[in-house]
């Protein structure tokens, strides 16, 4: 008898709703969406993608942290220069004391990809950086 004891049986269903975690998480699809998206490279120092062995990569990036809700959707992905761990690239920064003024510029540059071309020629994220 020993073990037998279960005051309230687990449901059978699934979750409602999908977890902070999945939210965030990014899929395949999506990184490619993004990759091709920001031209394989990173969207705020111009770092292309090369297929070879080097430090450096192309990292997706939460321009809205996960941790603070933010989702694994395009409008909330950048590619940036990494890893995260490396001082002196720029998901490092985004990372870092700069974040909030990195954040304000991808967010800018977001906006700029989904918004109509009219209103899109007058953004220019070299002014930014």
């Not at 909030?100 to 967010?107: D, G, N, P, Y």
């Amino acid at each position: 008898m020993i073990g037998d004891y279960n005051p309230v049986p687990k449901p059978n269903h699934k979750r409602q709703s999908p977890t902070r975690k999945e939210q965030g998480e990014i899929s395949k699809d999506i990184y490619r969406e993004v990759n091709e998206r920001d031209e394989e490279s990173c969207v705020l120092c111009g770092f292309p993608f090369v297929r070879r062995s080097i430090p450096y990569t192309l990292d997706c990036h939460h321009i809205v942290f996960r941790s603070q809700g933010g989702v694994g959707e395009p409008k909330n992905l950048a590619m940036l220069c990494g890893p995260v761990t490396q001082t002196g690239t720029c998901h490092h920064a985004a990372h870092s004391e700069r974040a909030a003024e990195i954040r304000k510029i991808l967010q800018g540059y977001i906006e700029w990809i989904y918004k109509p071309k009219e209103v899109a020629a007058e953004f220019d994220i070299g002014e930014m950086w």
